[in-house]
Nanobody, 124 residues
Framework: QVRLEESGGGSVKAGDSLRLSCEAS????????KGWFRQAPGKEREFVAG????????YYSDSVKGRFTISRDNAKNAVYLQMNSLKPSDTAVYYC?????????????????WGQGTQVTVSS
């Protein structure tokens, strides 16, 4: 069974940094665009950041632009999200996604593969 597994979440204070990791169980996903979404309690899941399969293109939501950086290592079937200057509003469960189509990375599609999520809690 192909899986995406996130790690690196935790509880931090405002202004701190965290680095999330997501590893795929099979190299098949190395040809996919990868991204991160998040879902706060009582809110819809929202797009955070995306990166094309080769890593040359990235895309961020306005709420994290300039603070978060997405990267990937296809040799390790991994994608990362470096989160700096964290705010309480960043508190959410963060999900890794693999999308075969870079043009739809910011949308939730029925053919996407998802991880189980990792909790990020930022206190003031």
């Amino acid at each position: 069974q192909v899986r995406l597994e996130e790690s690196g979440g935790g509880s931090v204070k405002a202004g701190d940094s965290l680095r999330l990791s997501c590893e795929a169980s099979e190299s098949f996903f190395s040809g996919y665009a990868k991204g991160w979404f998040r879902q706060a309690p009582g809110k819809e899941r929202e797009f955070v950041a995306g990166i094309s399969w080769g890593g040359s293109n990235t895309y961020y939501s306005d709420s994290v632009k300039g603070r978060f950086t997405i990267s990937r290592d296809n040799a390790k079937n991994a994608v990362y999200l470096q989160m700096n200057s964290l705010k309480p509003s960043d508190t959410a469960v963060y999900y890794c996604v693999a999308d075969p189509d870079w043009s739809t990375i910011a949308k939730m599609n029925p053919y996407d593969a998802w991880g189980q999520g990792t909790q990020v809690t930022v206190s003031s």
